[in-house]
């Protein structure tokens, strides 16, 4: 039997500190460079010859304030903030790469359906079907007063809005245009046949959409999609429209936990298992020797701030982890940031307090972290993927671009030794490359249900969310 394939992303956000914070200071990143296209075009040319499957692109909408209820860490150590926009980005990258596909946040709570499906369709133009959305319905309430809220929707509300935002989405994406509208016909003066393109006319209880989609079809028509959630809403929110999952975790078993409620949420959706490809974030730290791993593991350790992944995870559960004593217990809140977070971290059973997360967090981060020699990484690797069913990984960079280059260069050739990573790109598409089924969605994906009501589009005068 084949072994199974590691898939690979590398995480990164069009900002200084992203994951492992601190590590900006070290003498040899060059996050500071973030504002130049040569940084990113760069970085894209470096993952595609170690054969990343895509680059993930995080994204946030507000501000890092609830530590210490403001953003002076955040700012002094760059949280974050500044954070530039991500979409912008990959035009660039593309044109200097031709497999390397663009994992893009966009948070729907913030953009409207209509101009997003345009955005998305262009980048797949130009991308070649490259182009994946990570849908988010954001955590910040710095973002939502931001934009004109007192706060953020509630938790549950979010995903209500997100199903019907991908409801109107399917229907522009999927069902706007058949596949044989354009003809670009010269002699005939016929570009797209007036009778195949067909109006949209969304009426629901968050949008209200009339309008033919801007953009002709792509490569793709839908984007890959990409989710992370774990709370019940958002496993279920996976099962019915992710292609792929980011999620995080610390153990075997709590990773192999969450790896089977994905893979029960497409079932109960009328998927497949495997019509979700689950990746975990990570760090991964490696030298030639594991001595030298061990070395540079605490070169690192001195440019980290342990307390500024502290003020990152304080946003990420809406908690203001400053107010604590250092060995008091980390108490339960009812909060409108990450559900599953807060669950997992508070509590008088949890065990957690702010010197543990302190400890937790020593290299800027509270990712899992291997260090090693390529054998001990590739060893490390191998078993989270056999005993948690993991697809993949998604890769932090803690010194950049150093953290990736010693990757590509000392790991991967490990993986391909034994069979777990690729040795070449297969051709086509994001989706084509890592589902083999072709460039569009699956039959049983939920968008495709907009496929065959391209007729009944133009004629229905309401139509609701999936």
Not at 115 to 133: E, Q
Not at 352 to 363: D, F, G, Y
Not at 418 to 428: D, F, H, I, N, V
Request: glycine fraction near 8%; aromatic fraction near 10%.
């Amino acid at each position: 039997m084949a072994k199974k394939q590691i898939r690979l992303n590398a995480f990164n956000m069009n900002c200084v500190g992203h994951i492992n914070h601190g590590l900006w200071t070290h003498p040899r990143d060059t996050s500071t460079q973030y504002k130049t296209l040569s940084y990113w075009t760069e970085l894209a040319k470096l993952l595609e010859r170690g054969l990343f499957d895509g680059l993930f692109l995080a994204d946030i909408v507000g501000v890092y304030d609830v530590y210490g209820g403001g953003i002076e860490l955040t700012a002094r150590e760059s949280i974050q903030l500044p954070v530039n926009d991500p979409l912008l980005l990959v035009s660039a990258m593309a044109s200097h790469t031709t497999h390397l596909g663009f994992g893009v946040t966009a948070n729907l709570t913030y953009e409207h359906p209509y101009l997003l499906a345009r955005r998305f369709s262009t980048l797949d133009h130009l991308t070649g079907g490259r182009i994946g959305w990570n849908i988010v319905t954001g955590y910040l309430d710095s973002a939502a007063r931001a934009m004109g809220l007192t706060a953020q929707h509630e938790h549950d509300r979010r995903y209500d809005q997100a199903d019907e935002y991908l409801s109107v989405l399917y229907q522009l994406w999927e069902g706007s245009w058949e596949d044989d509208a354009v003809i670009a016909d010269r002699l005939g003066r016929v570009y797209a046949r007036p009778d195949k393109v067909h109006k949209v006319r969304h009426h629901g209880a968050f949008y209200d959409v009339e309008g033919y989609h801007l953009s002709e079809p792509s490569s793709q028509r839908t984007p890959l999609l990409y989710q992370a959630g774990s709370s019940e809403r958002g496993v279920n929110f996976a099962g019915q429209h992710a292609e792929c999952v980011f999620i995080g975790g610390q153990d075997i078993q709590a990773v192999r936990h969450q790896v089977d409620r994905t893979r029960a949420s497409a079932v109960a959706a009328g998927r497949t298992p495997d019509a979700i490809k689950v990746f975990m974030g990570l760090s991964v730290i490696v030298a030639p020797t594991e001595a030298e791993a061990r070395e540079k593991h605490a070169d690192y350790l001195r440019y980290a701030n342990p307390e500024a992944g502290l003020a990152h995870f304080s946003s990420s559960t809406g908690i203001d982890f400053a107010g604590y004593g250092l060995d008091e217990p980390i108490r339960y809140q009812k909060t409108n940031a990450i559900e599953s977070v807060v669950k997992a971290f508070t509590g008088k059973d949890s065990g957690w307090t702010k010197r543990r997360l302190l400890e937790q967090h020593a290299l800027g981060s509270r990712y899992p972290l291997i260090v090693g020699s390529p054998s001990q990484v590739a060893d490390a690797l191998e078993q989270w993927v056999d005993e948690t069913g993991l697809d993949g990984f998604n890769l932090t960079r803690i010194v950049t671009p150093e953290s990736y280059t010693d990757f590509i260069d000392l790991v991967i050739p490990e993986l391909q030794t034994r069979g777990r990573y690729k040795t070449a790109y297969e051709p086509g598409t994001l989706r084509e490359k890592l589902f083999a089924q072709g460039a569009r969605l699956p039959p049983d994906h939920a968008g495709t249900h907009w496929r065959n009501l391209t007729h009944q589009a133009s004629q229905t005068p309401r139509q609701t969310a999936i």
